[in-house]
DNA sequence: TCAATTTTGCAAATCATTTGCAAAATACTG
DNA sequence: CAGTATTTTGCAAATGATTTGCAAAATTGA
């Protein structure tokens, strides 16, 4: 493990919530957006890290890293300050392989978050761009 | 509504399964892609339509709308050929709604999606890139 | 230590998506 | 219905995340 990948995936697991790579890059002093990147491919690969692509108005469309392994876990965003808050281990893995099972489907994978609007941000009196409906497959933000 | 919106939502409407500004604009003769666009945006504003951001090694990141309105609806994406099919109406909504009040969130949306292998293609033999585990905030493909 | 392989930095290229701007289409007013 | 205000469209250029070519630097192997 070369000094680089090193110091990407130390970054990724010591956030304790998904960053970007841009967010990773400036996080690291002296290593290039480029090396960065191939260092997260190279981690991906490995499965010592897992990512999503999300879409927030403040940041656009962005690949998002969390530490990878064993414990896989879900994430809600905050459309409002846009932090990430942990919503702990998955728990729609076993339901969408029985559902795909089903339909002859052999589901490897799934990328699942939520969005809304944080505690602190109600607390705040923000009110989310779209209140009622429940989008499935869809982000508010 | 514009002819060119209209137009828009027509092919998203007929296709019945996710499909990218590109494959929509490649189903339509002579609008602009800015205008596929802006008609999309507008669309999805009204609530006409819904999307999702995908990543595939054949099309790269691309967001896919689908119908919107009432029927929220969930996919899976083949990582072989690259076919859609419909997992049936949303079944995580209320859960990640009822998970997120809990922690004090206001959940107001979310995306889901599976990948694996459809059925065509277990039958020709192909295998999966990641084959056993399920993960979670990830997609294989 | 020297050659072979891999990784890095830099700059340029990609690719989906967005935006500025003037022309075209549509809506509104009298 | 004409005339003006507003919105939408097409075209071209800009954006921004991510990728890639290539030569230098670092690492590995003999």
Same mark, same amino acid.
């Given at each position: 493990? %070369? +000094?680089a990948r090193k110091t990407v995936l130390e $970054? $990724?697991? /010591?956030?304790?919530s998904?960053?970007?790579? =841009? /967010?990773? !890059?400036?996080r690291i002093a002296g290593h290039d957006t480029a090396? $960065?990147? =191939?260092?997260l491919h190279y981690l991906?690969?490995? !499965? *010592?890290? #897992?990512?999503? $692509? *999300?879409?927030?108005?403040r940041?656009? %469309?962005?690949?998002?890293? %969390? %530490?990878? !392994?064993?414990?896989? =876990?879900h994430w809600f965003h905050c459309v409002e300050c846009h932090r990430f808050i942990d919503l702990g281990e998955c728990v729609v893995g076993d339901m969408i392989? +029985?559902? !795909? =099972?089903? +339909?002859? *489907?052999a589901v490897t994978g799934h990328t699942f978050f939520a969005t809304g609007l944080c505690a #602190?941000? /109600?607390?705040?009196? +923000?009110?989310?761009?779209?209140?009622?409906? #429940?989008?499935c497959s869809t982000q508010t933000d």
């Open positions: 493990m %070369t +000094k $970054v $990724v697991e /010591q956030e304790g998904p960053l970007s790579a =841009r /967010q990773i !890059g400036a090396t $960065v990147y =191939r260092a991906e690969e490995k !499965g *010592l890290i #897992d990512s999503f $692509v *999300l879409h927030c108005d940041h656009g %469309t962005e690949r998002y890293y %969390t %530490t990878g !392994g064993a414990c896989h =876990r392989e +029985k559902i !795909g =099972r089903q +339909k002859g *489907l #602190d941000c /109600q607390a705040a009196g +923000k009110m989310p761009g779209r209140l009622p409906s #429940d989008t």
